[in-house]
């Protein structure tokens, strides 16, 4: 008679357990280790956290964006932890000194090679289910930007290049380069 492999689950515990230095994000108890990002990444990263708090700064607004690494405990559980390149918050009750916990009104990720399986699939139901509001997978590889705005069902396609519309914000659009 065959045995069915038990497969380990993890937990938060085991990610603050890591070594100083060694980053990975838990998904449904599976740990996925993390490569140190590209210098094309990081560029991506900065300008579009930088347009996007600059907008909410310049709109008074109560949403906070914050950059990786920061940790989003995405469900009630000790079996999801995420490090989103750029997470914003809008209901800031949901912030203390280790993270947010709750799902982030708009989550973007930028693909590394390592990542894309992750981000296209994984991820994109993870933040579907959790409550994320926009999700944005920018690829670099490929030069476009995909938005998934879940709260109306839609899925759209942008080149890099091209003015990216904020679901989230009436009138905010980033041209991602």
């Known amino acids: 008679m065959d045995v069915l492999k038990k497969e380990d689950i993890y937990t938060i515990d085991d990610i603050y357990a890591l070594p100083d230095g060694e980053r990975a994000e838990l998904i449904d108890g599976k740990i996925y280790y993390m490569a140190p990002p590209s210098w094309n990444h990081q560029k991506i990263s900065r300008k579009l956290h ?3 708090s600059n907008y909410i700064d310049s709109k ?3 949403c906070e964006a914050l950059a990786a690494p920061f940790a989003v405990f ?7 932890y995420v490090e989103p390149d750029i997470s914003v918050i809008c ?7 280790k993270g947010c916990h709750g799902a982030p009104d708009w989550v973007i990720e930028i693909v ?26 920018v690829d670099p590889d490929k030069q476009m930007t995909m938005v998934y705005g879940f709260e109306k069902d839609t ?20 041209k991602v380069e």
Do not use: C
């Open 50 to 52: 930088q347009a996007i």
């Open 60 to 62: 008074k607004g109560k």
């Open 74 to 80: 995405l469900n009630e559980d000790d079996i999801n």
């Open 91 to 97: 209901d800031l009750s949901k912030l203390d000194e």
């Open 112 to 137: 590394s090679p390592s990542s894309k399986p992750r981000d296209y699939m994984t991820k994109l139901f993870k933040y579907r289910t959790a409550g994320v509001r926009e999700y944005w997978i």
């Open 155 to 174: 899925v759209e396609q942008y080149d890099f290049g091209e003015e990216v519309p904020a679901g989230i914000y009436d009138g905010f659009a980033i």
